[in-house]
């Protein structure tokens, strides 16, 4: 014996109980064609087993059926009447038909909520319940019903492809609204969960039941207008998919792109409500369409109804053909009277459609199973043992391990939770001219494939919501391009955001990043912050202008000095070159030379060699330059002192302790170059810090203090040498040359003093080109302040240029 409990109708009447008398028994309304046809399918596979000598040969199939009217109270009586039997067991008899009175194994219910109670109560005696259309993953979990198995998929499969469909078509913002029963809460609770995972947000998540008050139906409406997410998970139950749709008809709320579950996405009945086209383009998941043949017939084959049926099935005959019987309570109206030989032909109503064909097959795999665990059971091969005693829990282990394939080529099989595989088809609602709804598959799901092969879309055209080709627009925030973050909403979701420029010196290559990436410190982001470009290396080069023209006045300067020393060496005779050691005078021009040209050594691109000798070689030959000028004007006051009577102070500073004091001054400045270039000499410096878009190659000082120490050293003997020379300025003579040493000495350290403050300020190549400045602004004030009136002298004035001349006698100008 099999158990079959359907919901023949849909709902119940109200009643108002006392508590002074036993309540009346429920009393079901709306007669459910679904239902029938459920049962339909439950006894045309059981009357091709009865009928077939392969399977359970010599053994009968029985069935006892129960409407449970969608009540889940009702439910659980009727599995417990089907558990205990309504008579007591028959004793041992020769009668064909001797049985126990519990049934093996328990067809139904459709729906979870009733499932779920229903598998709570019976599992305890270990009767095998097989649903065909509850899809809760809750019953799943074998501790709690350990002996419900289902014929289809768990909601967590159908959950989980529900959210890689809308994360494939690039929908973030959706709203859902869900049944409020078990189907509804559990699988939404696991989309929410997967949509979470892929990025997808939910702008609002509502749900009702059929039997709401119209104004919470009303405020899940309100909900809908006021929100920006143009697409709507809906994870309803058929009859709930047609109330709401009802109530979304009234306000003409077209424009939504619906996506949909196996409950009503592939229902014909919903379609043909949908009269305003409010779900036109829906797409969705349904169970794979399925053939049995002969099953269509069969259920379509209504027996004439006699004088015997129930009041049940009078109401059947009644709805079903839109007539009444004389006798009937439930006839109304004008109808035509009920003969009882009416035939379907003709008749178009939700019970001739077969477009639940997929579900009643899965009626159809559960009556199988049970037959072939029962065929395993008692040893069936031409006959079957009959003195085999059947214990549920014995039925329910082998039901659990079975496998065989139906006539038509499917496979069956319950994995360790009681669940099929889990294969869907994606279902497109594209309406026709006349305004019949197609059902178009357009794509495939199978979740026992790999996570990211599971989902496979056909190259055919969806029709989206009004009748569009392009795919809806359903995000809180436009993505974010290349070169931009996303920085979230206060207290939206993750999906909201703006969308923030990369800061300068950071960019972003894709789209909807959420960091900008820092370029290397060579690198610098271009304009529209999508790539680091390499950033260009500064440096004072020959080829610039300013380069080229510092350069040029470097090679003038040595020109310069070279032609005043080819005049002195021409003139090398004469007094005016003999006065005041010419020897120093030949010393000076070769120093100052090399002044000119080790600014040379500044330009170009930095180089360990160049660093190191850019400033010592500036150093030494500065201070020899220096040396010599401080030697001149410790000549020219001695020269003066030794015309007292009785100095002898000119053979202490002969020329050879002039050359000595050279020397040693000079020596002094090469063991501090020395020191420096030993202990941290300078070195090439990428600079990133001075300019954010392009690099500076300067030259490091290494250590500071060796700088510092050798201008400090030049410093002191440019001072020395202004006030020596600054105390022989009034000496008698006609051409007393402390007076031009003093004015170079001015020159020389008023550049210098400048050349400090602007050095230090001056960024990049600029520094480097301020210290050039200086070098050849000094060189060029020592060699116009002390050789140029001499070449004067010796080239425009040579009358002047005689002994006498120069040991002439005049009045001390004023200075």
Not at 246 to 262: A, F, I, K, P, R
Not at 568 to 573: A, D, I, L, Q, S
Not at 663 to 692: G, M, R, Y
């Amino acid at each position: 014996m099999l158990g079959g409990i359907f919901s023949f109708h849909s709902s119940w009447k109200d009643r108002q109980d006392t508590y002074m008398h036993e309540p009346l028994p429920l009393e079901c309304s709306s007669l459910n064609f679904r239902g029938f046809q459920f049962a339909q399918a439950m006894l045309f596979a059981i009357e091709e087993i009865n009928n077939s000598t392969d399977l359970l040969p010599g053994i009968s199939l029985g069935y006892k059926m129960y409407d449970a009217c969608g009540s889940i109270a009702r439910s659980v009586r009727v599995a417990l009447a089907l558990a205990n039997g309504n008579e007591i067991e028959s004793a041992p008899s020769d009668a064909p038909c001797t049985r126990p009175a519990q049934v093996q194994a328990i067809m139904g219910e459709t729906s979870s909520s009733p499932c779920m109670a229903i598998a709570t109560v019976i599992g305890p005696f270990h009767i095998p319940m097989i649903s065909h259309f509850a899809t809760c993953a809750c019953l799943s979990d074998k501790t709690k019903y350990p002996s419900f198995l289902r014929t289809i998929p768990s909601d967590y499969y159908q959950s989980r492809a529900l959210a890689q469909l809308v994360k494939h078509f690039g929908w973030t913002w959706v709203g859902a609204i869900r049944t409020n029963d078990d189907y509804g809460n559990n699988g939404m609770a696991t989309f929410t969960e997967t949509a979470q995972q892929l990025g997808i947000c939910l702008e609002y998540s509502v749900s009702f039941f059929r039997t709401d008050p119209p104004d919470k139906i009303q405020k899940i409406i309100d909900i809908i207008k006021a929100s920006t997410s143009k697409v709507i998970v809906a994870f309803l139950s058929h009859m709930d998919m047609d109330v709401l749709i009802h109530e979304l008809s009234n306000y003409n709320m077209t424009g939504y792109q619906w996506v949909g579950s196996e409950g009503w996405i592939f229902d014909s009945q919903t379609a043909k409500m949908d009269k305003h086209h409010i779900l036109d383009g829906a797409i969705g998941l349904s169970i794979p369409k399925a053939h049995v043949s002969g099953m269509r017939e069969f259920i379509l084959d209504v027996k004439p109804l006699n004088s015997s049926s129930n009041e049940m099935f009078t109401e059947f005959w009644e709805t079903l053909f839109s007539c009444k019987f004389k006798q009937s309570k439930s006839s109304a109206g004008n109808q035509r009277e009920c003969t009882g030989h009416e035939d379907l032909t003709g008749v178009h109503n939700s019970f001739t459609d077969m477009s639940l064909m997929p579900i009643f097959n899965n009626v159809y795999k559960g009556v199988y199973a049970v037959a072939h665990t029962l065929h395993s059971i008692l040893g069936c091969n031409e006959t079957c043992n009959n003195k085999v005693k059947l214990d549920p829990f014995m039925i329910l282990q082998r039901i659990k391990n079975i496998q065989f394939k139906t006539k038509e080529g499917d496979e069956v099989y319950f994995n360790e939770d009681g669940d099929p595989a889990a294969k869907y088809e994606i279902i497109n609602w594209q309406p026709t001219e006349n305004g019949i709804v197609n059902f178009v598959t357009v794509g495939l799901h199978d979740a026992s494939l790999p996570a990211d092969k599971q989902l496979n879309l056909q190259n055919k055209s969806l029709i989206w919501a009004q009748n569009s080709k392009q795919v809806p627009v359903s995000l809180c925030s436009e993505k974010c391009p290349a070169g931009t973050r996303k920085v979230l909403q206060k207290g939206k979701p993750v999906c909201c955001y703006d969308c923030i420029r990369c800061a300068e010196g950071e960019i972003s290559n894709i789209t909807d990043s959420i960091t900008c990436v820092r370029c290397h410190p060579e690198f610098w982001s271009n304009e529209r912050r999508d790539a680091c470009i390499k950033k260009e290396a500064e440096f004072l080069s020959y080829e610039e202008i300013m380069g080229a023209l510092l350069t040029a006045a470097s090679l003038f300067g040595t020109c310069m000095t070279a032609v005043v020393a080819f005049v002195f060496f021409r003139y090398r005779k004469s007094p005016i070159v003999r006065a005041n050691n010419s020897e120093l005078s030949f010393l000076l021009l070769f120093s100052l030379t090399l002044c000119f040209l080790c600014s040379l050594t500044f330009i170009g691109r930095p180089s360990e060699w160049s660093c190191m000798l850019r400033h010592t070689a500036f150093g030494i030959t500065f201070v020899l330059c220096i040396s010599c000028v401080l030697g001149k004007t410790i000549v020219v006051l001695m020269a003066f002192r030794a015309t007292l009577p009785g100095s002898n102070v000119m053979k202490w500073f002969g020329p050879a302790q002039q050359r000595l004091s050279v020397l040693a001054f000079t020596l002094i400045q090469v063991v501090i170059c020395i020191l420096w270039l030993t202990i941290s000499p300078p070195f090439p410096l990428k600079n990133f810090k001075d300019f954010k878009d392009k690099i500076i190659l300067e030259c490091a000082l290494g250590s500071a203090v060796g700088f510092w120490a050798v201008l400090g050293y030049i410093g002191l003997l440019a001072m020395l040498c202004f006030f020596l020379a600054f105390l022989a300025r009034k000496l008698p003579d006609n051409f007393n040359e402390a007076k031009f040493i003093t004015f170079s000495m001015l020159i020389f350290c008023a550049v210098w003093i400048t050349f400090i403050p602007a050095y230090v300020s001056s960024p990049g190549k600029f520094s480097v080109a301020v210290e050039i400045f200086a070098i050849l602004a000094s060189s060029f004030g020592l060699l116009t302040c002390i050789f140029i009136p001499k070449c004067y002298i010796i080239l425009l004035k040579p009358e002047k240029n005689t002994k006498k001349n120069m040991m002439g006698k005049v009045a001390p100008k004023s200075f």
